[in-house]
């Protein structure tokens, strides 16, 4: 009896995880944040912010300050740190069940309660909502695509269009500032 080595293929785990998600829809690149000028000003703030910071609370208590002001200082370094390869070109892929973004695993639809989209003179973002508490939003920018494209394949979808939407506070002030 002889047994025969049958011939294998290595299994493209990811065109099976796709096809499981249905259908492409919409597919375009987008940088994976918004790209902003920070300029030489910019690093003299943030730099002045910081120490100014750290200045304060030293002063206000010399003794017990060492602890805050040396968090303040490696959150700053930490920051910095994070944001010092510049902007990644990255593919966004609308599915029937689901949206991948760049090469992080497909999320699926059932995870939000549904989308709007931020449009000013500075971003032009794509914001899938959820009001789960352990849930975050999921923002991707658009890059050169039209938001009636997207929004044909949101009806397909059936993810609800959440028109009236607006941007919070914190997530405002983080743009304002460029953070």
């Not at 049958?6 to 493209?12: C, G, H, I, M, Q």
């Not at 790209?35 to 910071?53: A, V």
């Amino acid at each position: 009896m002889s047994l025969m080595k049958a011939e294998t293929k290595p299994v493209n785990k990811a065109a099976i995880d796709k096809t499981f998600y249905g259908k492409k829809l919409v597919s375009w690149k987008a940088l994976d944040y918004h790209p902003y000028e920070r300029g030489i000003g910019w690093y003299i703030s943030f730099g002045l912010l910081t120490f100014g910071s750290a200045l304060i609370i030293f002063l206000m208590d010399p003794e017990s300050s060492s602890v805050p002001v040396a968090c303040i200082c490696l959150m700053a370094a930490f920051y910095l740190w994070v944001h010092r390869e510049g902007e990644t070109q990255q593919e966004v892929t609308i599915y029937e069940n689901g949206i991948e973004i760049g090469e992080r695993a497909i999320i699926p639809w059932q995870r939000f309660d549904g989308y709007w989209f931020l449009q000013d003179h500075h971003s032009r973002l794509l914001v899938l909502e959820s009001e789960s508490w352990n849930q975050d939003r999921v923002r991707v920018l658009l890059g050169e695509n039209k938001t009636d494209k997207i929004i044909r394949a949101m009806e397909k979808i059936e993810l609800k269009h959440l028109a009236d939407k607006r941007e919070n506070g914190f997530d405002l002030w983080s743009r304002v500032f460029r953070l």
